[in-house]
């Protein structure tokens, strides 16, 4: 299944969305094992950097770990 949103929209999309908790079913962090319903979905290498919203450039993660600057486990 290929969803390139590209450089369009930094938003993730709901089809994103869907796909992303279908392939993960969890956080991304190598420790956490909070639900994907529960996450949110993040751009690896950051939109405001270069990065494009699509399925290679996007995780999920739980808010709590990135709040408190948990590193992210890719």
Same mark, same amino acid.
């Given at each position: 299944v290929c969803v390139v949103e @590209? &450089?369009?929209? %930094?938003?993730?999309? @709901? &089809?994103?969305? %869907?796909?992303?908790?279908?392939r993960g079913q969890r956080c991304t962090h190598r420790?956490?094992?909070?639900?994907?319903?529960?996450?949110?979905a993040h751009h690896i290498l950051h939109w405001a950097e270069g990065g494009t919203t699509d399925l290679d450039n996007s995780n999920l993660f739980y808010r709590w770990r990135l709040a408190h600057g948990d590193p992210v486990g890719l």
């Open positions: @590209g &450089r369009a929209t %930094r938003a993730v999309s @709901g &089809r994103l969305r %869907r796909i992303l908790e279908l420790s956490c094992h909070i639900p994907a319903r529960r996450c949110e």
